[in-house]
């Protein structure tokens, strides 16, 4: 049964400045993950998993490669003539610029939330991992009473963010008091995943344009936890926040972990994405892969270790592959030696190159490089 009572909005480029080496030229949202994911997939898929079946996703910028992926939602069963998918591009009025913040961003969709049925809004950051039980989450709102639902976990806040939120939540799951929560501060922490009244948001929305506030976490969210009946879902099981390029790679590299992988790709709470037709991978008479994640079409003819590799990954004879992203259509060459590297798609290395990072820093090489 589809959820007539909630509809889900995205936003697809937060925190984009935390990646600057991987979101130039796209959304964070839409950075490759686990060797034929999209971050944005999660979020979406959790909303699909509660029967959602109207989901906005929001857009600032460099949102190209976000479009193509998600294209008309069908991946996701949200290509319908009712409800469906909408992708939100930056929205300029009276000569401003276009919305570059949440608030604003917020504010520029007000006429289709006006028009919208459902009663209730999801809103999601696109850039968490993790399967949260949007259908659950949504029922203990109404149980409550609740005017704000913020989903939490505990653990150390991410390293990156100034504006994520800390709570203290009492038995009741009532948030009782709420700061933006220290760097490396071991707490509960919000989500940025935030059930509301469709009408409590845009009347908060208004009143913070109003007043020239831009900070949704700030001005919105943590304001309602003085104001508001306010409470927190804890989330359980994995979960990761990108918030730079070290937690990136460990949250590629916790997916070589079987216990992890059950957690996020469970049968009960499938993860979604756009199916792309590959031949399947093809590994040579000498090659040797241990503890890898290897996706559709690549060919190896050489050793692969604790490494994922993407789409199309090619690694030639002799090569070596230690502890290494590679996205899609990176071809490596013959004799090549790297370890703790991370490369964007089509990069090509050449013969006999040796390139080392370590688990503190990932030597990264961008989109389209010729090593």
Partial sequence: MKNKMMMGIIFGNTH???LKELTEQR????????GRYRLIDFSLSNLVGADVERVAVLTNSNYKSLMDHVGS???WDLARKHGGLYIMPPYASNGAGANTDKVSSLHGILGFLHHSDEQYVALCDGDVISTIKMKDMLATHIEKGADITIAYCNGEAPKGENDVLGFTVDGDGKIT?????QRYAVCDYSLDVVIMKKELLIQLVEDAMSRNRKSYERDILLEACKTHNVYGYKVEGYTAVIDGMQNYVKA???LLDKKVRDDLFGQKRPVYTKI???????????SKVSNSLV?????????????ILFRGVK???DSIVKNCILMQSTDVGDGVSLDHVCTDKNVKICDRRTLVGTPAYTVFIRKGSEV
């Avoid at 008091?177 to 929560?181: G, I, R, S, Y």
């Fill in 276 to 286: 792309r037709n590959e031949m399947p991978a093809k590994y040579g008479l000498d």
């Fill in 73 to 75: 939602g069908k991946a």
């Fill in 252 to 254: 590629n590299m916790d």
């Fill in 315 to 317: 690694v030639g004879k």
């Fill in 16 to 18: 984009d400045d935390l």
């Fill in 177 to 181: 008091e709420a700061a933006v929560a």
């Fill in 27 to 34: 959304a964070i949202s839409s950075l490759p993950f686990g």
């Fill in 295 to 307: 996706a559709d079409g690549c060919i190896i003819e050489g050793t692969v270790e604790n490494s």
